[in-house]
């Protein structure tokens, strides 16, 4: 996470792309951080990541968001994908509904490794292909509740709903991050510390502290 002293953002937010291979993570991607979308893009091998800054409530957020680029397929994701991540985005096909069904692996998974504040999206993509649908926004919708997730249909070939998920993350995020400093300023006031005292948010107590900076 950056500071004051860095002028380039106030905060580096982690958000890592989940979900099964050919959902369209990567379009998803590619459509938030460069308006872009290919048509013929292939899975690729590895980890990639693309970063774009936000305005949000006058600070500013730079977003560092992470695609398995392909590593779903071998069951590869490690430990370290996840480290850091403060948020999620667990996408599905809509029109394929073994991908819907695989959500609850991806949640263990996540929960397994990812720090247990981590903020998460459900995301039905290919909205787009309404006709061939499989998997209906009710029963979606009935998950989220149910799991205490976000949730919203996109479409990235469209960019429908793209920029307002990431957004609604990152609103996420720094909403806990900043109840979580006013908690730790209004306890230092009750201690009695000098007025003025700086907190610094990386260090505050409870399970968010690994995940307010992120490592490349």
């Given amino acids: 996470m950056a500071f004051k002293g860095d002028h380039a953002y106030d905060y580096l937010f982690k958000i890592v792309l989940i979900g099964d291979s050919g959902v369209g993570k990567s379009n998803i991607l590619s459509r938030f951080t460069r308006n872009e979308f290919c048509l ?19 600070k500013t957020i730079k977003a560092q968001i992470w695609d398995t680029a392909g590593q779903e397929r071998y069951r590869a994701i490690t430990s370290a994908y996840y480290r850091g991540a403060v948020g999620a985005l667990l996408v599905y096909d809509i029109t394929k509904r073994q991908t819907f069904e695989n959500v609850q692996r991806w949640l263990r998974e996540l929960r397994e490794h990812a720090d247990s504040n981590i903020v998460i999206m459900l995301a039905g993509n290919k909205a787009d292909l309404n006709h061939l649908r499989a998997v209906s926004a009710a029963d979606a919708q009935v998950l989220a509740e149910d799991e205490s997730l976000s949730f919203l249909e996109t479409s990235a070939l469209e960019a429908l709903n793209v920029e307002k998920a990431f957004q609604t993350i990152l609103f996420d995020i720094y909403h806990v991050i900043s109840k979580k400093a006013l908690a730790a300023q209004e306890a230092a006031s009750s201690t009695g510390l000098p007025q003025g005292t700086t907190i610094n948010v990386s260090n505050l107590s409870g399970n968010l502290t690994k995940g307010t900076c992120c490592t490349n």
């Avoid at 013929?40 to 006058?58: N, W």
């Fill in 40 to 58: 013929e893009s292939k899975s690729t091998i590895g980890v990639e990541f693309a970063t774009r800054t936000l305005q949000i409530e006058g």
